[in-house]
């Protein structure tokens, strides 16, 4: 039997191919008529779905709670330390472990528990073996259904599985791998604690309680209320519009190169989203010139979730075409600093704003004259710009750390490729 690339050295032994029936006692969670949304309670059990699986373990959010007479009742249904809690629908391919904090938790129909013979598998390493992309890619091509799919026992019973013979190994490679994912983790709370520090310091910097002082010590003056069409720079043309309608930018206007659309999907919360790269002809984009935007303008979206949510277009190119839903705003630059504006923007006081002035349920949008009219306060140029500054600080410390948090998960994904068959 094949053996892996990369290996402790200690190890020499054979590896063999396993079905998970026959390493692992499977289980389908409660159907829909055994327990109901009604039964949950405010203090019990939790009871995880799908929603749960993290990377590793499991996530604590919006767990619902059931009572201790339904907990009895659903005892064959409750997890161990050491189980494994499988998506049965949708996701196929997630799964996390359970640990000693969520034993006796219980699991819901959309969950597949796995519960491995410890004698002849380590849990954990037989976690991060179903987390290769080989074991995910024929997780999700066994699955059945066309428009949601979905496990049962019998296919993750029959679902084969490369493992070492010896529960030594396995037990190396998973506190291996473990120490991998704690410094994720680790790196995962930074960056939490730092978009917490920052939204906190925002809150304190747009409702005044922390004020800057002038480079020679002096105070600031007040804080202005103006609206948003107040900062616009009405000496460029189309310097406060919307994106193309429909009808002038269709699909089949796009090309594999040329000038870059920058998409709703691109207008992250606060960011700019480098993904669904969509381009079209420099003729077109010329036809469309009152929807070309520029780097270091800022670009707001008419809808979505959030609503009004703004990015500062980037360097990666000289100019960009909007989409239907996004709106170009060029901001007097003697008044005001287009960075200082953008944290405006995506402050939570505007963001309200934007949201009461909005129209649909499902999905909100705001009109290009509704969104002129909501209400900015800007101080002088020279404390705006130290406000941007400071925010802009902590945001490259959270880009620092985003990124080395990119670089570990792509380091265990190696690591996973070359330490399993």
Known sequence: MATPKL???????DWANFNLGDISDIKTGPFGSTLHQKDYVEIGTPIITVEHLGEVGLTSQNLPLVSDEDKVRLKSYMLDEGDLAFSRVGSVDR???????????????????????KKLVHSKNLMYALKTEDAKYRIRSVAVGQTMPSLNTEILKNFSINLSNSVEEQTKIASFLSV????????????????????GMMQKLFSQQIRFKADDGSEFGEWEEKTL????????????????????????????????????QNIGDGAFLNDYKIYTS???????LSCNIYPDEILISKMGDPVARCCIVPKHHDRYVM???????????????????????NYQDFRQSAS????????????????????????????????????????????????QIEQAKQWKKGLLQQMFV
Request: positive net charge; glycine residues 6%.
């Open 95 to 117: 799964c996390a472990i359970i640990t000693d904090k969520e034993k006796g938790w219980l699991f819901s129909g959309r969950i597949l528990r796995v519960r491995p013979n």
């Open 229 to 264: 069409i107040d900062s616009v720079d009405t000496n460029i043309k189309w310097s406060f519009t919307g994106g193309p309608f429909g009808s002038n930018l269709k699909s089949e206007d796009y090309t594999e190169l040329g000038i870059r659309i920058i998409q709703l």
């Open 180 to 199: 991998v994912d704690e410094k994720i983790s680790q790196l995962t709370q930074k960056h939490e604690l730092l978009s917490q520090y920052k939204q």
């Open 356 to 403: 009461d002035v909005s129209t649909g349920s499902t999905r909100k949008r705001i009109g290009l004259s509704d969104l002129k009219q909501l209400p900015i306060k800007a101080p002088c140029l020279e404390e705006q710009t130290k406000i941007a500054n400071f925010l802009s600080s902590i945001d490259q410390k959270i880009e620092v750390v985003a990124q």
């Open 7 to 13: 290996r402790f050295k200690e190890f020499d032994g």
């Open 282 to 288: 420099p003729e077109k984009a010329n036809e469309l």
């Open 323 to 345: 989409c239907s839903d996004g709106i170009r705003l060029v901001v007097d630059k003697k008044n005001y600093s287009s960075i200082f504006m953008f944290y405006q923007i």
